[in-house]
């Protein structure tokens, strides 16, 4: 009987382990690369909406240490995380917002680019437990539930598809609890080019800046 239980405790961790090997595998690769820079679509649909809303945009990234998140063509807004702050821009008005990396605003977008500890492998299985995987023709895709009590109160599921021989994300989909699904797709990333230090940068002097 005991060790009958002791099985049964086992199984489940084992079988966990198993189906995320894939996502864990291209994290940590993900998480190598020198840089990345990539566009991508992104497309809302919401109850409110009668269609859905897609938009252009263009990453800078350097795994681990800064962004640059521009939406809309013309760009309508900028994110840019230089290493110690966050930038919010509104390039239609020229306002600004200074943000502290930890805040939930952007949360979504560090876990979507892999930055931060919560983005870790580690770290996404303490926030969210996995309800179904599936793998083929070199792409993983794993369904994600919110486990925080916390998050459950802002999101119904987190869908990851990656590309296994980039090892960077093609999709990323979020359904809120209010049946909002708001997903990022990204086309073929530019891996490992040089990324000038001034992509990371801007002239703050062009920008009114909330206080």
């Not at 198993?18 to 990345?36: C, F, G, I, R, T």
């Not at 063509?73 to 930038?87: A, S």
């Not at 609890?177 to 086309?187: K, L, P, S, W, Y």
Request: some cysteine; overall charge neutral.
């Amino acid at each position: 009987m005991t060790r009958l239980l002791l099985l049964i405790c086992i199984f489940p961790l084992t079988l966990f382990a198993n189906e995320l090997e894939p996502l864990e595998n291209a994290l940590k690769k993900q998480s190598e690369h020198k840089s990345v820079v990539v566009l991508f679509r992104q497309t809302k649909k919401s109850p409110a909406l009668t269609e859905e809303i897609k938009t252009m945009g263009k990453l800078w990234l350097i795994p681990g240490q800064a962004f640059r998140w521009e939406v809309g063509k013309p760009k309508k807004q900028t994110i840019i995380y230089n290493g110690e702050e966050v930038l919010v821009l509104d390039e239609l008005k020229k306002t600004g917002e200074r943000l502290s990396p930890e805040d939930k605003s952007v949360k979504p977008l560090f876990l979507t680019l892999g930055m931060g500890d919560d983005a870790t492998f580690e770290g996404l299985s303490k926030l969210f437990r996995i309800t179904s995987t599936n793998e083929a023709q070199g792409r993983y895709v794993a369904t994600l539930a919110p486990k925080p009590r916390a998050l459950k109160k802002m999101m119904q599921s987190l869908i990851m598809q990656v590309n296994l021989e980039t090892s960077f994300p093609e999709r990323i989909g979020w359904v809120q609890r209010d049946g909002t699904e708001a997903t990022t797709e990204f086309f073929e990333p530019k891996l490992n080019t040089t990324v000038q230090a001034s992509t990371f940068q801007i002239d703050e002097s062009a920008y009114t800046w909330e206080k």
